[in-house]
């Protein structure tokens, strides 16, 4: 049987591996977003930059 320190260890390095996944999930699904509604965004800006 594993001891305690063990169990925490494992537990540690799972919940290390959670939160690097979801800051690469964040990361990509986000640029994606970005990619795709980032130049629409900027010409909205930018039609609302010009005079009349």
Known sequence: ???QNDADKIK???NIAA???????V????GSYWHQH???MAEV???SAQPR
């Open 19 to 25: 939160v690097l996944y979801l800051l690469v999930m």
């Open 38 to 40: 980032g130049p629409e």
């Open 27 to 30: 990361f990509l699904v986000g």
């Open 12 to 14: 540690r390095v799972k």
């Open 1 to 3: 049987m594993q001891s």
């Open 45 to 47: 800006a930018g039609q």
